[in-house]
């Protein structure tokens, strides 16, 4: 199999522990940002980060002490220790009639030819999907709201596909939806978006039995993008946040050529059973070594601290081949 991404020599990774039975296992050391990231901070999580000049760099969702949520550009070296800015991140060309900062949270950053898109949920009359880019990570330009409300996930394809810039999204309503299916859109300008697609819905697994959402930038591979995503279960105590996996087509993505029968990853340690939101991992960004096919993903745990996982591209694609809901 190909993976149809850059290298990145210095992706962060450490071995599959041995008494690990699972394809996705945890770094040693997480949470890697706790929740005290900046003394302001009651919580940093749901975040994305990209390879950037040879380091890395990323935008953080950083929950201030009345529990508004704001953006927060990040560095690191090594993609592990992480500089999270100190103020969160100015929008140039801000305009109230795009909506304004009042409220952001799980940013996405995809890089797509020569820019670093940010895509995120804030409030425009409600929540919906903002856009905004930077070349640098210090001066973002805001472009107009992709997505009507209310609309709280959206991820870019990392290319454009048929010459479109293309996305997923997950329409809902104002609130902790108790529904929501995943969703193809596409654009020539960015501005204009359109073509919208049903991608899929929750399936009858009780993991993602309320609903699902996108998560990280899809990872193209030759097989077809392999993308990760969120699945909410709602128990009687309240939902549980999975992530779960499927290959979607290459040229026409919204068609699922495969979708795995079981979740990848499901709260289980401390820092993701015990926070603000117990029992979440929410995955924001998977970054895939074009050269190993290792992944490091980003999740955020219990809607407090940041984690990290590994994984193999080829082994998880082969995986959701052998136990996939959807044949090919
Ligand atoms: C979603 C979003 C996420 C959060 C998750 C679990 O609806 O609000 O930011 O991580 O719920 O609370």
């Not at 991608?199 to 993308?227: H, Q, R």
Request: glycine share 10%; charged share 25%.
């Amino acid at each position: 199999m190909k993976f149809l991404c850059p290298s990145i020599p210095n992706l962060p990774w450490e071995n599959r522990p041995s008494d690990c039975p699972d394809l996705v296992w945890r770094y040693s050391g997480n949470p890697v940002i706790g929740r005290r990231a900046l003394a302001k901070a009651t919580g940093c999580y749901n975040s994305a980060v990209v390879p950037f000049e040879g380091k890395f760099a990323g935008v953080f969702r950083v929950d201030y002490k009345d529990r508004m949520p704001h953006l927060h550009t990040g560095w690191s070296e090594d993609g592990i220790h992480w500089t999270i800015e100190p103020e969160e991140i100015r929008l140039h060309n801000g305009d109230p009639e795009k909506g304004d900062f009042h409220y952001a949270y799980d940013p996405r950053v995809v890089k797509l030819e020569d820019w670093y898109y940010v895509i995120w949920c804030m409030g425009y009359h409600g929540p919906t999907i903002g856009l905004a880019r930077t070349k640098d990570f210090r001066s973002y330009e805001q472009l107009d709201n992709l997505l009507l409300p209310y609309n709280r996930n959206g991820v870019f394809f990392p290319r454009k596909i048929g010459g479109k810039y293309a996305m997923l999204n997950r329409p809902s309503d104002t609130g902790h939806t108790p529904f929501g299916d995943i969703f193809f859109s596409e654009s020539d300008d960015l501005v204009h978006w359109g073509r919208h697609r049903h991608v899929m819905g929750k399936s009858g697994k009780w993991w993602e039995d309320k609903k699902i959402g996108p998560g990280p930038a899809p990872i193209e591979t030759d097989e077809g993008w392999l993308a990760f995503y969120h699945g909410v279960a709602g128990t009687c105590n309240g939902y549980i946040y999975a992530m779960g996996a499927m290959i979607l087509d290459r040229d026409e993505p919204w068609v699922v050529r495969y979708r795995l029968n079981q979740c990848l990853l499901l709260p289980e340690t401390p820092y993701e059973l015990t926070g603000y939101v117990p029992g979440v991992v929410f995955p924001v960004a998977a970054l895939c070594d074009g050269d190993t096919g290792r992944v490091a993903i980003y999740y955020g745990s219990a809607d407090t601290v940041s984690g990290l996982a590994f994984c193999q591209a080829q082994d998880i694609v082969d995986f959701i081949k052998r136990n996939s809901l959807t044949s090919a």
